[in-house]
């Protein structure tokens, strides 16, 4: 069977950004990041999931916090400069990022978002992440990522 190559997987390619494709099964939902780390025999803590938010200002931001975290809200505002932060509806991810819920890349959006990756995922190796598709996660070092995304480390679980 062919590799499946993914926008994310091509744009990390053309960047000469050093990554390992993972693949796992699935169906046309999403599948929680605990249980894409456990099929993809990877520790939780270097999961990462993309949520995507909007500040008080109406701006768009992008949060890449642990599987096994929650993303703080009040820390997110104050990351990102706002008065408050809430998660986008379910029904605008597509339209904002091009991608689908569980299926969101910090990498290749529509649009560069300010993207913000929580303070755990600095001092890892590699880190995993969606590929822009359900079934699909790329792993690489994530000061990579943060240098290919403009992101910053911030406290944000």
């Not at 699935?26 to 993809?40: K, M, N, P, S, Y």
């Not at 975290?69 to 339209?95: Q, Y």
């Not at 929580?118 to 598709?133: F, L, N, R, Y």
């Amino acid at each position: 069977m062919k590799e499946q190559k993914t926008n994310v997987m091509r744009l990390l390619e053309q960047k000469k950004i050093q990554y390992t494709a993972h693949e796992y099964p699935h169906g046309d939902e999403a599948v929680d990041g605990l249980t894409v780390a456990r099929i993809c025999g990877q520790n939780p803590e270097q999961v990462f999931k993309t949520l995507v938010a909007r500040g008080a200002s109406k701006s768009i931001y992008v949060f890449v916090i642990p599987v096994t975290g929650e993303l703080n809200l009040k820390k997110a505002a104050k990351a990102s400069g706002e008065k408050s932060i809430a998660m986008i509806h379910v029904s605008e991810i597509t339209a904002l990022t091009g991608y689908v819920r569980g299926g969101c890349s910090p990498i290749g959006m529509k649009k560069q978002y300010k993207t913000f990756f929580d303070e755990s995922a600095a001092d890892k190796p590699t880190i995993m992440v969606s590929a822009g598709k359900i079934g699909y996660q790329v792993e690489l070092n994530p000061d990579e990522l943060l240098k290919l995304s403009r992101g910053a480390y911030a406290d944000l679980v």
